[in-house]
């Protein structure tokens, strides 16, 4: 399995972007984690297209996009037009997630489902053979900066056991109160994909990525 770090520019110095994305892609962060809101699924608004298609243009890192937007299938050409590689959407926000994988497919781009704390892991089993993905929500989603749920633990478990059970590739994201401190939890769990957003922003970006990636790399 690949254990990857994809870190949340949510949290980043916005006046310093580019310079931060240059840092943690140096330290081994294959991914960039996009949170983008609407303010109807989640009540904030972040970021949308135009930042993500400056960002395309200054790194080799994947495009990960975390779509907090109801309907989501109405953005996939945007966004795929903007430089996305993996796009996820959530299982709350659509009206039909089969039609909505297919989108993501037809635009050539790898597919991820989102679940939220609430969601019970269940209801990812019967897409499990159509995406690439499943992003378990940490913490409730809208704002970076929130307090990781325990309970996430026993829910990775049960998806990867449900992963394992049907043999199909599907990589587990976990997204919300991740650190250095209690990521090895989530990754013993059978989690493969790190979001972290503070944890790697907040302070020295290089260094706080840096140990994420030895941990990451022990596994
Ligand atoms: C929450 C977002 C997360 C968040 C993670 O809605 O999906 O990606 O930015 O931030 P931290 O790591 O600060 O919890
Ligand atoms: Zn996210």
Request: glycine share 6%.
């Amino acid at each position: 399995m690949r254990y990857v770090l994809s870190p949340s520019i949510l949290a980043a110095d916005f006046t310093n972007l580019g310079e931060q994305i240059r840092l943690v892609e140096e330290q081994g962060a294959e991914y960039l984690h996009f949170d983008v809101m609407d303010g109807m699924f989640v009540p904030s608004i972040s970021f949308g297209m135009p930042v993500l298609q400056s960002i395309k243009k200054a790194t080799s890192q994947l495009m990960d996009v975390h779509l907090m937007v109801e309907e989501p299938i109405r953005y996939v050409k945007d966004f795929q037009n903007a430089g996305a590689d993996n796009i996820t959407v959530h299982l709350e926000a659509c009206k039909d997630l089969r039609e909505t994988i297919r989108e993501v497919h037809s635009c050539g781009l790898r597919c991820g489902v989102s679940i939220c704390p609430d969601t019970p892991v269940d209801a990812v089993r019967e897409y499990l053979d159509d995406i690439e993905m499943v992003l378990i929500m940490s913490v409730y989603p809208g704002f970076g900066g929130q307090k990781f749920i325990p309970e996430a633990l026993k829910r990775i478990q049960e998806l990867r056991e449900m992963i394992e059970k049907i043999e199909a590739p599907v990589d587990i994201e976990v997204d919300g109160g991740i650190y250095p401190s209690n990521v090895r939890e989530v990754l013993d769990a059978g989690a493969n994909v790190i979001v972290a957003g503070s944890a790697v922003f907040k302070g020295n970006p290089a260094e706080n990525t840096k140990k994420f990636m030895e941990i990451l790399k022990s596994y």
